[in-house]
């Protein structure tokens, strides 16, 4: 009401034309900036009732018409030209719209209005009755959907269970919603800026509205995104739907769209022929999948997109590689062999999950383009932040700050897109400025079915696409037998995409012809649906007849379009048998070109010395104390810090902050990228790092010095991430896959946090290179440590990292010395260190890039150590010809008289403190050694051996601070005995057996910590055991 008030007190001052004209304007610029044209005037008091037309609701409807009279008067209805008229003349409230007198030349005028409105204009019911329609128009374009043509079975049990929704018009009564009845639907109604609908006539009659509306909404397309924020994007869809005629296609373009429907068919039906007892999770009821993905992929290109990344699980995977990536159809087919024998190494994987890379020339746009298709493991959807994280590393390194030339697809299946939280996690990515990619085109293959499962049963949300709204992005449903429309919603998907770079769901609503797999029986559990769908029309079938009856095409060119594909296939097939081996090698959807020789194996197999120079740690040293930039002002905390670096480096010594430093800011000056992400990295946690300073005077200011260690350095990013795991994981793993010239790291908050990105480890990182001959490099940094902090927080759980490597407990390595070590990393699917010293901890970071291959890397990382006064290192343990100590062994007395040395314990980590300083305590420094496993996995049986033999008369003890069925104990002590041949027993000093991994209780804490390290130093704990 207050808003009308003020509208009407408006009408009233404005009489010269110019302030009209300004005024327009001004509300123009207004909208388009989204500022309000005016502030309401609160001191108006003149009687609203005697204007009862005038009432809350109709205010904007008032303010569009007074508005659109302003700037022609002939533009309104000629009812609202004589009530402005005479508002503006002064007329007093209620009486400015009293039936008007005729004015002058206005009568004839007047007279057509009378007749395109009824006898008399009653302008109350005018007013009324385009509200209604501006309601209408919006009730179409928010709930348009719900009754839009979406499913090809037409049984819409699965998409939107409940009656179609009371305001938009499945029947003329529905028009009583509005208060209009039918013999309102020719009249004549003025369409509000909201809509496009009318083309280029600003009225229309109310019938042809509602036709039109239904046209743009209700037909194979439904359009979802009245939810939006954002005005522009808002109009922007509308009028991609909702022009008249916008849906026309060449005859080029359907006779491709039906080409591309032959292949996607006959390719099914070429399978099913040959290999009809074979799982291949087949499209049949979604072929307009592929003319889908061919269509954004040439919008792309069109609109300068050089690469493509995409991510996509079982469903129709082999039909995407032959006819969308182009994989050979002789390399798809032999797949099926399986008497094919595997010429590489590594265990490979099912024909459904792997990738494939590939460029070519796309034939549309005549430009390059570069496809690849993640190879993926069976669980649903954890590709998503893989194919993000990969497609934001070629964002990087080819400076595509905007995404213009590489973009990311994923596919979905409709149960595993509602039902997997990592989607969830991989939307919330799409938007932060360090993991973005500018958008991604999901589409999903809603087959309405998840396995056995119906919709109803599998989500709460009404359509299986409802979580992308989380990002405001636009969902387009479409009926999937309706290529056309299928062509149509792909095409505004790319066009999106480019213009506004944000993410956008293409819901393809289909069928599954089949069951879950070929063998399946969909009868036992969908026997209504499946009675359906075996009497429905395949849907190249439906489109060719259509094209045929239009004369697009004759029934001889498509049958023809048809044996020429089959031919294709056939002919592949008969190569494929010339084929005597499988590579896997062929299916790679990441080469590192030049990091391997031609053979694909590493150029060398030494690492250099990771050590560097006095002068470039002094450098290092000099930067990760001081503030690069000038005028700024950091906490006087952190100035505190970095005074004490400062010192450090003034005594040649590390600590972990440090030797972290000297790590990342070596290899950043040898030119390797490093990024490290995860949630709070830039500060660290236990604000050790500080790697970003923030002015403490200017918002938002910030310095990494980091990134001014030289000037022809490689760039560092370090970023927070969102509070997520699994998605994070997955991202910065797809980032590392992308080039082998990285440091990618990840750190969990607290270790124990990796577990809800366990399907990342589990799938991804432990068996990615056996399964897809694809190495990767990734970082994962795991704070752990028995620190009397409770059960949360304390354990990285090694054990479960240590169980999943592959090397042979039971077997010593037979490799020579010199080679030992790398061999032994060349063959271990990835390493695990648990580092005692900073300046170990510099050289395995620096390994990790030297070495020549690339394994991913699991440091269990400290938290009271990152202050312990004794974990320092000295400048001399990271100068050339220093390395990485896998096993550290001990330095001190012991080392005079090894015979007289009783015990030796062996112990990784922070643990090594422990001891060492109850063996001060003890006077035990001449009996008991003390030696540090810091490399776990591949085991250092080497040098285990070489301790082991050092001290002849010494018992082995393996001393842990975790718990007994945690740790390292299972994981050591078949590797010790193996070392020393089983002719010494292996005895354990370390926490009983516990389901949690700490006590919540520090005194217990202190207690157990006592206790096992008292066995671990009497000498007669293990006496008369066996
Ligand atoms: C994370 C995960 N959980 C369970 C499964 C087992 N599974 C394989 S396919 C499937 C149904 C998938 O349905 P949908 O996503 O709709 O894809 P569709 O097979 O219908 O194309 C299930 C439950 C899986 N592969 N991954
Ligand atoms: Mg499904």
Known sequence: MHRLRTTVV??????????????????????????????????????????????????????????????????????????????????????????????????LGLANAQAMVGV?????????????????????????????????????????????????????????????DESDLDKVFRLPTTTFIGGSESTLPLREIIQRLEMAYCQSIGVEFMFINDLEQCQWIRQK?????????????????????????????FLQRKWSSEKRFGLEGCESLIPALKTIIDKSSMNGVESIIMGMPHRGRLNVLANVIRKELDQIFCQFDSKLEAADEGSGDVKYHLGMWHRRINRVTDRN?????????????????????????????????????????????????????????????????????HGTIHVVVNNQIGFTTDPRVARSSSYPTDVAKVVNA???????????????VCNVAAEWRATFHKDVVVDLVCYRRNGHNEMDEPMFTQPLMYKQIKKQKGVLQKYAEKLIAEGAVTRQEYEEEIAKYDKICE???????????????????????????????????????????????????????????????????????????????????????????????????????????????????????????????????????????????????VCNSSLSEYGVLGFELGFAMASPNALVL???????????????????????????????????????????????????????????????????????????????????????????????????LRRQILQPFRKPLIVFTPKSLLRHPDAKSSFDDMLPGTHFQRLIPDSGPVCEKPDGVKRIVFCTGKVYYELTRERKNRGMDNTVAIARIEQLSPFPFDQVKVETGRYPNADLVWCQEEHKNQGYYDYVKPRLRTTVDRTRPVWYAGRGPAA??????KAAHLVELQRFLDTAFNLDAFTGQS
């Open 746 to 844: 990840w750190e969990a908050q607290f270790g124990d946090f990796h577990n809800t990105a366990q399907c990342i480890i589990d799938q991804f990182i432990c068996p990615g290179q056996a399964k897809w001959v694809r190495q990767n490099g990734i970082v994962l940094l795991l704070p752990h440590g028995m620190e009397g902090m409770g059960p949360e927080h304390s354990s990285a759980r090694p054990e479960r990292f240590l169980q999943m490597c592959n090397e042979d407990p039971d077997a010593y390595p037979k490799f020579s010395a010199e080679e030992f070590a790398v061999r032994q990393l060349y063959d271990c699917n990835w390493i695990i260190v648990n580092c005692s010293t900073p300046a170990n901890y510099f050289h395995v």
């Open 571 to 717: 002919e592949a097939h008969a190569r494929s048998k010339d084929e005597k081996i499988l590579h896997i090698k062929h299916w790679l959807d990441s080469p590192w070109p030049g990091f391997f020789n031609m053979d694909g194996q590493p150029k060398s197999m030494t690492s250099p010395s990771t050590g560097l120079t006095e002068e470039e740690l002094g450098h290092i040293g000099h930067i990760a104390s001081s503030v690069p930039v000038e005028d700024f002002t950091i906490h006087g905390g952190l100035s505190r810090i970095l005074k004490g670096r400062a010192a450090m480096v003034g005594q040649r010594v590390c600590d972990w902050a440090l030797g972290e430093y000297m790590a990342f800011g070596s290899l950043l000056k040898e030119g390797t990228h490093i990024r490290l992400s995860g949630q709070d990295v830039e500060r660290g946690t236990f604000s050790h790092r500080h790697h970003v300073l923030h002015d403490q005077n200017v918002d938002k200011r910030i310095c990494i010095p980091m990134n001014h260690i030289a000037p022809n350095q490689a760039p560092y990013t």
């Open 474 to 488: 636009p969902i387009f449903h479409v009926n999937a037998d309706d290529p056309e429309a299928v062509m149509y």
């Open 996 to 1001: 949690a991994p700490a006590t919540g209780n």
């Open 241 to 269: 739907f909702e022009r008249p005629g916008i849906m026309q296609f060449t005859l080029e373009e359907k006779r491709t769209l039906l080409a591309r429907m032959v292949r996607s068919t006959r390719f099914e039906e």
């Open 120 to 180: 008399q204009p009653n302008v109350e019911k005018l007013v009324e009755d385009h509200l209604a329609v501006q309601s209408l128009v919006r009730a179409y374009q928010i709930r348009g959907h719900h009754v839009a043509q979406l499913d090809p079975l037409g049984i819409m049990a699965a998409i939107d269970p409940g009656p179609p929704p009371s305001d938009i018009i499945t029947s003329n009564d529905k028009l009583e919603f509005y208060g209009l």
């Open 10 to 107: 408006r009408l009233r001052p404005i009489t010269d034309p110019q302030t009209a004209k300004s005024q327009s304007q001004a509300r123009l610029a207004a909208v388009r900036g989204a500022l309000r044209t005016f502030q309401p005037i609160r001191s108006y008091t003149a009687s609203v009732s005697a204007e009862p037309f005038l009432n809350g609701t109709s205010s904007n409807y008032v303010e569009e018409m007074y508005y659109a009279w302003l700037e022609n008067p002939r533009s309104v209805h000629k009812s609202w030209d004589i009530f402005f008229r005479n508002a503006n003349a002064g007329a007093p409230p209620g009486a400015a719209y009293q039936s008007p007198p005729p004015l002058g030349g206005a009568a």
């Open 369 to 437: 383009i570069t496809l690849s298709l993640m190879a993926n493991p069976s669980h649903l959807e954890a590709v998503d932040p893989v194919v993000q994280g990969k497609t934001k590393a070629e964002q990087f390194y080819c400076g595509d700050t905007e995404g213009n030339r590489v973009m990311s697809i994923l596919l979905h299946g409709d149960a595993a897109f509602a039902g997997q939280g990592v989607v969830y996690e991989t939307f919330h990515l799409s938007d932060l400025p360090s993991y973005t990619t």
